[in-house]
C-alpha cells in the first residue's frame, strides 16, 4: 500500500515569496492533516480536513497560510508571503477516520532566506 | 502550545540496554500516543494508551499512564541500533473523536550505540 506523498520534499525560498506544498493521501482516507514541525520541536496542527471539509483551523495563521483539499483527495498548503519562522517541515497526515492511526508523509523541507 | 515535556532530551544507551522515555503533559487527555521520528524523515505510530488504560504492550516497546501524575512513559527494552531515532509522546483532549488532532511533546533524541 502506497504512503503519504509529499512534494517538493525541499524548498528554498526568500522571505516574502509564495510556495505551494502537495500532499497525496493514502488512497481511500478520508482524514487529512497538516503539520508544521520547526527545528528541535515536535509537530504542530495546522489544519485538519474531513474529506474536503475543514474540521479544525484554529493554529492556521491565515493572513500568510491557505489550505486546500479539493475533491477529498489531495491537498495543497500554501504560504504567501513567507517569513523567516516559516522554515520548517511541512508534515502530511492522513487516516481512514477520525478515530483511526494517522500515517505520516516524509514531509516537505522549507527554508526561507 | 506544546503539551508534553519529554524527559530526557537525549539519552545515548549500548545496544541491549534498555531505554526509558518519559512524558508529562498538563491538561486531561482521551488518550496518548507514542510517535517514532527517524532522521529526516516523517513520524511513524508506535502505541496509542487510552486514559482508562494504566499499561499497554507492542512487541519490545511497553507504554504505562498514569493519569493522576498526568505522566506517561515507555520503555524499550534490549534496544538495537535501529532504534536510534526521536521519540514523541501526544495527547488528544477530552472528548476528543479526532485521534490524529495531536498535541506533541517536544521529543527525546534516542541514540543507541552497536
Known amino acids: 500500500e502506497a504512503g503519504v506523498a509529499q512534494s517538493p520534499r525541499y524548498k528554498i525560498i526568500e522571505k516574502r515569496q509564495s510556495v505551494a506544498f502537495w500532499c497525496n493521501p493514502i488512497?481511500?482516507?478520508?482524514?487529512l492533516y497538516w503539520y508544521q514541525q520547526i527545528l528541535g520541536q515536535g509537530p504542530k496542527l495546522l489544519i485538519q480536513?474531513?474529506?474536503?471539509?475543514?474540521?479544525?483551523d484554529s493554529q492556521l495563521p491565515k493572513d500568510r497560510f491557505s489550505a486546500e483539499r479539493l475533491k477529498g483527495v489531495d491537498s495543497t498548503l500554501k504560504i504567501q508571503p513567507a517569513k523567516l519562522e516559516d522554515s520548517a517541515v511541512y508534515l502530511c497526515a492522513s487516516s481512514w477516520g477520525l478515530s483511526n492511526t494517522i500515517y505520516f508523509g516524509e514531509g516537505s523541507w522549507l527554508t526561507v532566506v | 502550545s506544546q503539551q508534553g515535556e519529554e524527559d530526557p532530551q537525549a539519552l545515548s544507551i549500548q545496544e541491549g540496554e534498555n531505554a526509558t522515555m518519559n512524558c508529562s503533559y498538563k491538561?486531561?487527555?482521551?488518550?496518548l500516543q507514542w510517535y517514532r521520528q527517524n532522521s529526516g524523515r516523517g513520524l511513524v505510530h508506535l502505541i496509542l494508551?487510552?486514559?482508562?488504560?494504566r499499561e499497554k504492550h507492542s512487541g519490545r516497546l511497553r507504554v504505562t499512564l498514569d493519569t493522576s501524575k498526568k505522566s506517561s512513559s515507555l520503555l524499550i527494552t534490549a534496544s538495537r541500533a535501529a532504534d536510534t531515532a526521536s521519540y514523541f509522546c501526544a495527547t488528544v483532549p477530552p472528548g476528543g473523536t479526532s485521534y490524529g488532532k495531536l498535541t506533541f511533546g517536544q521529543g527525546t533524541i534516542l541514540t543507541v550505540h552497536p
Open positions: 480536513f474531513q474529506n474536503n471539509g475543514v474540521v479544525d
Open positions: 491538561t486531561s487527555i482521551n488518550n
Open positions: 494508551i487510552r486514559s482508562n488504560e
Open positions: 488512497s481511500g482516507h478520508a482524514t
